[in-house]
Nanobody, 125 residues
Framework: QVQLVESGGGLVQPGGSLKLSCVASASTPDYYAIGWFRQAPGKEREGVSCITDTDLSKYYADSVKGRFTISRDKAKNTVYLQMNSLKPEDTAVYYC??????????????????WGQGTQVTVSS
């Protein structure tokens, strides 16, 4: 059983940056994908960015391409999401998830073996 714990959320002004972290309680097998989802009030959950352990292939939602960067520190069992040029529409609860699949399958399908509790990101002036 893997537990995922997110941190790094908060309140930031438009144009600002935040870096989210997701720490896994145990090492995930190399064939896992790990990524970030978000859900804003009244909206469906959206796959934001995911990374595959085997080949480090990455998926980004169109809405965040060029602004967000996902990275992985396998030794620390940690996945990061660097978020730059934040916009008010990025406001949401951000969740970390891990699944036995690829980055594309995880982020586009939204089905995962493990989920974190979420961290709130608010972009407002």
């Amino acid at each position: 059983q893997v537990q995922l714990v997110e941190s790094g959320g908060g309140l930031v002004q438009p144009g600002g940056s935040l870096k989210l972290s997701c720490v896994a309680s145990a090492s995930t097998p190399d064939y896992y994908a790990i990524g970030w989802f978000r859900q804003a009030p009244g909206k469906e959950r959206e796959g934001v960015s995911c990374i595959t352990d085997t080949d480090l292939s990455k998926y980004y939602a169109d809405s965040v391409k060029g602004r967000f960067t996902i990275s992985r520190d396998k030794a620390k069992n940690t996945v990061y999401l660097q978020m730059n040029s934040l916009k008010p529409e990025d406001t949401a609860v951000y969740y970390c998830a891990a699944d036995l699949s690829s980055s594309w399958t995880l982020c586009s399908g939204g089905v995962a073996d493990y989920w974190g509790q979420g961290t709130q990101v608010t972009v407002s002036s």
